[in-house]
């Protein structure tokens, strides 16, 4: 199966879910036209509240559609946009994925992967046991964050269901994804 978009979503408030759109916008620098993250600096709050002026290198939340198979499976109400992303995927392990890696997505569109989205409590507030459900154990015993990726957009365009996605590694040495 190639890698391609299932489905978009966005809210221009802060809400932990966000509803789908057949299309979104992505704006170059910015993020998703008419979203709350939209912008050069940060806007998720508690990171807003700490440090305002700090780069946004969450313009972008991606998260692959089998994660939300495994979650239903194991009795979670989640669907695509639930979980506060903007771009579900199927076919692409994002969270393998090494930071700095690009994804081709439709016909113009570029996001950098930066980092991996660190689970929050209102993950729970939705739906208790859900945050523990995205969090798990990597084999050395780190912290494995299971709730997608987060990026920026290197180049704008517009995405939606059905868009196939391109991947494009970066230059070895890669390294791997941390929480931003």
Do not use: W
């Not at 700095?100 to 016909?107: C, F, M, P, S």
């Not at 517009?158 to 590694?169: F, K, N, P, Q």
């Amino acid at each position: 199966m190639n890698p391609m978009v299932t489905a978009v979503a966005l809210s221009a408030v802060h809400a932990f879910s966000k509803p789908v759109v057949p299309r979104i916008v992505l704006l170059k620098g910015l993020g998703v036209e008419g979203d709350a993250h939209l912008g050069v600096t940060v806007k998720h709050r508690s990171r807003v509240k700490a440090d305002p002026t700090q780069p946004n290198l969450r313009q972008v939340h991606l998260i692959q559609a089998e994660l939300h198979d495994e979650l239903q499976l194991a009795g979670f109400n989640v669907a695509e946009g639930t979980m506060g992303e903007n771009i579900t995927t199927r076919g692409i392990d994002l969270l393998a994925l090494p930071r700095g890696t690009r994804l081709r997505i439709g016909a113009d569109a570029v996001i950098e992967v930066t980092g991996l989205r660190n689970p929050c409590l209102q993950l729970d507030n939705y739906q208790k046991g859900l945050t523990a459900a995205v969090l798990g154990r990597n084999p050395d015993g780190s912290l494995l964050r299971r709730a997608g990726v987060m990026g920026i957009v290197l180049e704008g365009g517009a995405v939606g269901a059905g868009d196939l996605i391109r991947t494009e590694l970066p230059p070895l040495p890669h390294s791997p994804l941390e929480r931003v």
